[in-house]
Protein backbone atom coordinates (compact mmCIF):
# COMPACT_ATOMS: atom_id res chain seq x y z
CA UNK A 1 0.00 0.00 0.00
CA UNK A 2 1.45 3.56 -0.85
CA UNK A 3 0.20 6.65 0.37
CA UNK A 4 0.89 10.35 -0.60
CA UNK A 5 -0.10 13.23 0.81
CA UNK A 6 -1.39 16.92 -1.29
CA UNK A 7 1.75 18.94 -0.80
CA UNK A 8 1.51 21.30 -3.81
CA UNK A 9 -0.29 19.35 -6.46
CA UNK A 10 -0.04 20.69 -9.67
CA UNK A 11 -1.62 19.85 -13.12
CA UNK A 12 0.94 17.91 -14.76
CA UNK A 13 -0.24 17.52 -18.76
CA UNK A 14 0.12 13.85 -20.50
CA UNK A 15 2.81 12.67 -23.00
CA UNK A 16 2.70 13.79 -26.72
CA UNK A 17 0.12 11.54 -28.06
CA UNK A 18 -1.17 10.70 -24.65
CA UNK A 19 -5.02 11.62 -23.58
CA UNK A 20 -7.25 11.47 -20.63
CA UNK A 21 -10.74 11.59 -20.53
CA UNK A 22 -13.30 11.34 -17.94
CA UNK A 23 -15.52 8.11 -18.11
CA UNK A 24 -18.40 8.50 -19.51
CA UNK A 25 -21.74 6.56 -20.43
CA UNK A 26 -20.94 6.94 -24.20
CA UNK A 27 -17.59 6.06 -23.29
CA UNK A 28 -17.40 2.82 -20.37
CA UNK A 29 -18.00 0.13 -22.70
CA UNK A 30 -14.71 0.89 -24.53
CA UNK A 31 -13.04 1.25 -20.80
CA UNK A 32 -14.45 -1.66 -19.82
CA UNK A 33 -13.27 -3.95 -22.45
CA UNK A 34 -9.57 -2.26 -22.66
CA UNK A 35 -9.34 -2.50 -18.93
CA UNK A 36 -10.37 -5.84 -18.78
CA UNK A 37 -8.23 -6.92 -21.41
CA UNK A 38 -5.05 -4.64 -19.92
CA UNK A 39 -5.29 -7.25 -16.68
CA UNK A 40 -6.52 -10.30 -18.52
CA UNK A 41 -2.77 -11.26 -18.64
CA UNK A 42 -2.93 -12.46 -14.97
CA UNK A 43 -5.52 -15.20 -15.59
CA UNK A 44 -9.02 -15.16 -17.46
CA UNK A 45 -11.17 -12.41 -16.30
CA UNK A 46 -14.80 -12.11 -16.60
CA UNK A 47 -16.20 -10.20 -19.32
CA UNK A 48 -18.26 -7.20 -17.83
CA UNK A 49 -15.83 -6.98 -14.34
CA UNK A 50 -15.16 -3.59 -14.03
CA UNK A 51 -18.52 -1.80 -15.92
CA UNK A 52 -20.42 -1.63 -12.65
CA UNK A 53 -17.24 0.83 -11.41
CA UNK A 54 -17.42 2.81 -14.55
CA UNK A 55 -19.51 5.89 -13.83
CA UNK A 56 -20.73 5.81 -10.26
CA UNK A 57 -20.79 8.75 -8.37
CA UNK A 58 -17.38 10.40 -6.62
CA UNK A 59 -15.17 8.10 -9.03
CA UNK A 60 -12.07 9.16 -10.74
CA UNK A 61 -12.73 7.04 -13.86
CA UNK A 62 -10.08 7.92 -17.16
CA UNK A 63 -10.13 6.33 -20.41
CA UNK A 64 -5.98 6.97 -22.38
CA UNK A 65 -5.34 7.19 -25.38
CA UNK A 66 -2.44 6.92 -27.47
CA UNK A 67 -3.02 8.91 -31.04
CA UNK A 68 -6.73 8.39 -30.48
CA UNK A 69 -6.85 4.63 -30.17
CA UNK A 70 -7.92 3.45 -26.63
CA UNK A 71 -4.86 2.33 -24.75
CA UNK A 72 -5.50 2.36 -21.06
CA UNK A 73 -7.50 3.46 -17.71
CA UNK A 74 -7.70 3.99 -14.59
CA UNK A 75 -10.16 4.10 -11.52
CA UNK A 76 -10.42 5.58 -8.53
CA UNK A 77 -12.81 6.88 -5.74
CA UNK A 78 -13.13 9.82 -3.75
CA UNK A 79 -14.19 9.68 -0.10
CA UNK A 80 -15.27 13.25 0.91
CA UNK A 81 -15.55 12.94 4.33
CA UNK A 82 -12.03 11.11 4.92
CA UNK A 83 -10.59 13.92 2.88
CA UNK A 84 -9.09 10.26 0.47
CA UNK A 85 -8.92 9.20 -2.83
CA UNK A 86 -8.18 5.52 -3.63
CA UNK A 87 -6.58 4.59 -6.51
CA UNK A 88 -6.89 1.40 -8.26
CA UNK A 89 -7.51 -0.74 -11.26
CA UNK A 90 -4.87 0.99 -13.63
CA UNK A 91 -3.89 -1.08 -16.42
CA UNK A 92 -2.19 -0.06 -20.35
CA UNK A 93 -2.43 -2.61 -22.94
CA UNK A 94 1.02 -3.95 -23.55
CA UNK A 95 1.49 -2.69 -27.20
CA UNK A 96 1.16 0.95 -25.47
CA UNK A 97 3.45 0.47 -22.41
CA UNK A 98 6.34 2.47 -21.83
CA UNK A 99 4.52 5.43 -23.72
CA UNK A 100 3.40 7.61 -20.25
CA UNK A 101 -0.06 5.81 -20.45
CA UNK A 102 0.14 5.26 -16.43
CA UNK A 103 1.84 8.47 -15.23
CA UNK A 104 -0.82 10.20 -17.33
CA UNK A 105 -3.23 8.40 -15.22
CA UNK A 106 -1.86 9.18 -12.22
CA UNK A 107 -1.64 12.06 -12.74
CA UNK A 108 -5.30 13.24 -13.84
CA UNK A 109 -6.51 11.42 -10.87
CA UNK A 110 -4.02 13.14 -8.97
CA UNK A 111 -5.78 16.62 -10.30
CA UNK A 112 -8.96 15.51 -9.88
CA UNK A 113 -8.91 14.48 -6.25
CA UNK A 114 -6.74 17.56 -5.29
CA UNK A 115 -9.75 19.40 -6.42
CA UNK A 116 -11.96 17.60 -5.11
CA UNK A 117 -10.64 18.18 -1.27
CA UNK A 118 -8.87 15.19 -1.06
CA UNK A 119 -6.10 15.51 1.52
CA UNK A 120 -4.29 11.60 0.84
CA UNK A 121 -4.48 9.15 -2.19
CA UNK A 122 -4.02 5.72 -1.64
CA UNK A 123 -3.11 2.72 -3.91
CA UNK A 124 -2.01 -0.03 -3.43
CA UNK A 125 0.58 -1.61 -6.32
CA UNK A 126 2.52 -5.28 -6.16
CA UNK A 127 5.97 -4.70 -4.45
CA UNK A 128 8.47 -3.71 -6.80
CA UNK A 129 6.45 -3.68 -9.83
CA UNK A 130 6.63 -0.78 -12.57
CA UNK A 131 3.27 0.34 -11.48
CA UNK A 132 4.78 0.94 -7.95
CA UNK A 133 7.77 2.83 -9.29
CA UNK A 134 5.84 4.88 -11.36
CA UNK A 135 3.70 5.82 -7.78
CA UNK A 136 6.45 6.93 -6.13
CA UNK A 137 7.56 9.03 -9.34
CA UNK A 138 4.33 10.92 -8.13
CA UNK A 139 5.43 11.37 -4.73
CA UNK A 140 3.82 8.59 -3.18
CA UNK A 141 5.51 6.34 -0.19
CA UNK A 142 5.55 2.77 0.47
CA UNK A 143 2.68 2.78 3.90
CA UNK A 144 3.07 -1.17 4.91
CA UNK A 145 3.66 -4.32 1.93
CA UNK A 146 1.07 -6.96 2.68
CA UNK A 147 2.98 -10.61 2.13
CA UNK A 148 0.48 -12.77 0.69
CA UNK A 149 1.51 -16.72 0.18
CA UNK A 150 -0.09 -18.29 -2.85
CA UNK A 151 -0.51 -22.41 -2.53
CA UNK A 152 -0.38 -23.89 -5.71
CA UNK A 153 -2.90 -26.64 -5.61
CA UNK A 154 -2.20 -30.39 -8.31
CA UNK A 155 -3.49 -29.58 -11.36
CA UNK A 156 -4.04 -25.39 -10.89
CA UNK A 157 -1.51 -22.77 -11.57
CA UNK A 158 -1.72 -19.78 -9.15
CA UNK A 159 -1.70 -16.45 -11.09
CA UNK A 160 1.28 -14.75 -10.19
CA UNK A 161 3.01 -17.20 -8.77
CA UNK A 162 6.63 -18.12 -9.91
CA UNK A 163 7.21 -21.44 -11.93
Known sequence: MLIRRWEGCVRVGPA???SIEPVTPA?????NVVVTRAF?????LPQNLMLPFAVMPGSLNFLAGV??????????QVMPDAGI???????TLP???????????INRRLWEAAQ????????????????QRNMERRGFRV???KVVMVHRWAGTSAVGAES
Do not use: H, N
Request: with cysteine.
Open 143 to 145: AYT
Open 40 to 44: AEYGP
Open 16 to 18: KGV
Open 27 to 31: TQGIW
Open 95 to 105: EFRRRGVQTAL
Open 116 to 131: AGCEYAVVRAMPGSES
Open 85 to 91: AAFFGTA
Open 67 to 76: DGVPAGGGMG
